[in-house]
């Protein structure tokens, strides 16, 4: 079973930049799409940005033109850089992966997320 680990959220300020990391590990046949969504208080979870294994990307449109989704696959990682950042970016990332097992079975598994918080 493949777990996700987000790293790299934090406090920036307003027009600041964040790099948020999502590292894979355990056992797959491959890791297909990845992707990163957030939350924010009171509000649904939403899609931000997505990476296949081939390196195709979608973003969403609030965050087109400021945020970079990226992936190694040889590390089993994925990335996203935020530039520009503003307050209503902060939200709560997370990342997921549409996995196939050894048994070429397909699951989504789902970090835990980690904390984006911009300031005014």
């Known amino acids: 079973q493949v777990q996700l680990v987000e790293s790299g959220g934090g406090l920036v300020q307003a027009g600041g930049s964040l790099r948020l990391t999502c590292k894979a590990s355990?056992?797959?046949?491959?890791?297909?799409?990845m992707g990163w969504y957030r939350q924010a208080p009171g509000k649904q979870r939403e899609l931000v940005a997505t990476?296949?294994?081939?390196?195709?990307?979608n973003y969403a449109d609030l965050v087109k033109g400021r945020f970079a989704v990226s992936r190694d696959n040889a590390k089993g990682t994925m990335y996203l850089q935020m530039d520009n950042l503003k307050p209503e970016d902060t939200a709560i990332y997370s990342c997921?992966?549409?996995?196939?097992?050894?048994?070429?079975?397909?699951?989504?598994?789902w970090g835990r997320g980690t904390q984006v918080t911009v300031s005014s």
């Open positions: 990476v296949t294994d081939g390196g195709s990307t």
């Open positions: 997921n992966a549409d996995v196939s097992d050894l048994r070429r079975q397909s699951y989504i598994v």
């Open positions: 355990g056992v797959a046949y491959s890791i297909n799409t």
